[in-house]
């Protein structure tokens, strides 16, 4: 196979050559797309860039639209994601904006309202970051209020509320019609009372300014306001064919001028990212002294015997050591046997991120939730602070974030493996801070998460020693995003969610005032 594969790589204008490395391409972007989260979009970036995406901008698109259909509440990241490729390859953004208004259009001609909300709120973080135009949002507002329905006035609702910060800086008397418009289909009272509660909602978040719905949180602000780039020449009365969509650019074609394209994008990414970070790995070789301390700093030196110090950008020593942590995880009889082979091995400070990332993979690739591995986390985190610190920092917010990509059956090892840790206090509490239970902010996937994570704590530690620990007040701080008291929508979504899993209880029901108390919160509450 390797020589198969050596010999088309030598012909690189074969249809077969053009193929592998287009499947290759469409697997990276892929891996990315559903990989980037707040936390780690900063990362995420240069690595996209680093693919071919003027050649795959097709499939990026198709990809982002796709996963936002999946996952609603990532939008903002992947707008935030859009917004940074828009400054740099603005034909991506116009692409991305023209494809996500016909799929906008077709979705309100078939009435279909799962597409249609998802759609909108990706529009709406779309405007949010200034890659399309604000007059798509009014023009979609227009649509929906012209002859209200249920379903039409629930999705402008929530559309204002996803876009009401930008649209009333951008659009301010417009926005105040929207309004306008939303009080006379209130007085009519021809809505369902469901929806009329919702348009009442709305107002009160106007009332306080949108501040539970800003434009864009500070971890998704990645592009400075000159440097923005908005596509105002799209038009929602613009009709959309297969040739202004570029639905070809989803499929392989040959290339020709192969060739060619790749450097010209070669030469692109240096612009973007700089010489040392492009991948081609080469190095100008330089005349005089300077240039040669410069290279050096970089790692590219000469070396003493005059010969060059070529860096592995491959990351096969990676792949080489996360070869290596499996196979020793999966010849070892108990944990200490595991732990001992595994520091025994020497693991270097670059490598310890990948240790662990690579105990809770293995750990999810289980039919079953194994104890092994919530032993061998551990005895990592107990022995020192730097891995406890990467359990906890690190692998519990990015497994989180993206619990939602995961099996059922990988979701559940995953949060037992981190109730393990925190009963047996080998990582610290302060990771409930990441833990943020509220309708907007959590999906059936993080809901499945927190469950199996609390019930499997109180299992292990009990109701009363679990309650005893979330109450004291000196990590208070730490919790506050788990049982919510500034906001009554969220305390009411935190009670019944706590309800549900069968870890709060009611008193005095026969009284007046129905008492609710988290068996694992801080006080009663009365409502």
């Excluded at 990026?60 to 740099?88: D, E, G, H, W």
């Excluded at 135009?133 to 039409?152: F, G, H, N, Q």
Aim: hydrophobic share 35%; charged share 25%; glycine share 4%.
């Amino acid at each position: 196979m390797r020589q198969i594969e050596k010999q088309v790589s030598k012909d690189k204008e074969s249809a077969t050559y053009q193929r592998l490395t287009w499947d290759a391409l469409k697997k990276s972007i892929n891996g990315l797309v559903n990989k980037v989260s707040s936390l780690n979009i900063v990362n995420i970036i240069p690595e996209l860039f680093q693919e071919n995406i003027v050649r795959g901008k097709g499939l990026l698109c198709q990809s982002l639209m796709k996963s936002q259909r999946s996952s609603p509440n990532f939008s903002n990241v992947y707008c935030a994601l859009i917004a940074v490729v828009n400054t740099k390859i603005p034909e991506i953004g116009e692409l991305i904006c023209t494809r996500l208004i016909a799929q906008w259009k077709k979705a309100y001609l078939r009435n279909q309202k799962t597409l249609l909300i998802t759609t909108t709120t990706f529009i709406a973080h779309m405007i949010n970051q200034l890659v399309c135009d604000e007059m798509v949002a009014l023009r979609i507002l227009a649509l929906l209020l012209e002859k209200p329905t249920d379903d039409s006035v629930e999705v402008a609702v929530n559309f204002v509320k996803e876009a009401g910060v930008s649209l009333q800086k951008l659009a301010p008397k417009p926005f105040s019609g929207v309004f306008t418009v939303f009080r006379a289909i209130l007085h009519e009272g021809k809505i369902d009372k469901r929806v009329q509660y919702l348009i009442e909602d709305l107002f009160l978040i106007r009332q306080k300014r949108f501040e539970d719905f800003p434009a864009v949180i500070e971890e998704l602000d990645l592009v400075e306001e000159e440097d923005q780039i908005t596509h105002d020449s799209i038009s929602l009365d613009d009709e959309f064919g297969d040739e202004e969509l570029q639905t070809s650019l989803n499929l392989f074609h040959v290339d020709p001028d192969y060739t060619q394209h790749e450097e010209d994008y070669d030469s692109i990414r240096k612009e973007i990212l700089g010489d040392s970070d492009s991948s081609s790995g080469s190095s100008d070789d330089s005349s005089d002294s300077s240039d040669s301390s410069d290279s050096d700093d970089e790692g590219q030196a000469p070396t003493s015997g005059g010969t060059m110090k070529i860096e592995d950008a491959t990351d096969m020593d990676v792949t080489h050591f996360k070869r290596t942590i499996y196979l020793t995880i999966m010849s070892s009889l108990d944990f200490e046997e595991c732990a001992h082979k595994l520091l025994k091995s020497g693991v270097s400070d670059e490598m310890q991120p990948e240790l662990v990332k690579m105990i809770i993979e293995c750990c999810a690739q289980e039919r079953s939730y194994r104890r092994f591995y919530g032993l061998l986390g551990q005895r990592f985190a107990m022995l020192k602070p730097t891995y406890r610190d990467l359990f906890a920092h690190l692998a519990f917010p990015e497994q989180y974030e993206s619990c939602h990509l995961y099996e059922t059956n990988k979701l559940r090892n995953v949060a037992t493996f981190f109730a393990h840790l925190l009963h047996t206090d080998a990582i610290p509490w302060t990771v409930f801070q990441y833990l943020r239970l509220n309708e907007r902010d959590t999906n059936s996937s993080k809901r499945i998460f927190i469950k199996i994570l609390f019930t499997d704590i109180a299992e292990y530690l009990g109701i009363e020693k679990l309650k005893a620990r979330l109450e004291d007040e000196d990590m208070s701080i730490y919790f506050q995003y788990l049982f919510p008291r500034s906001n009554p929508k969220d305390t009411r979504f935190s009670i019944n969610y706590f309800t549900s899993i069968q870890l709060i209880h009611a008193k005095n029901r026969d009284s007046g005032n129905t008492e609710l108390v988290y068996l694992l919160g801080t006080k009663s509450i009365r409502l």
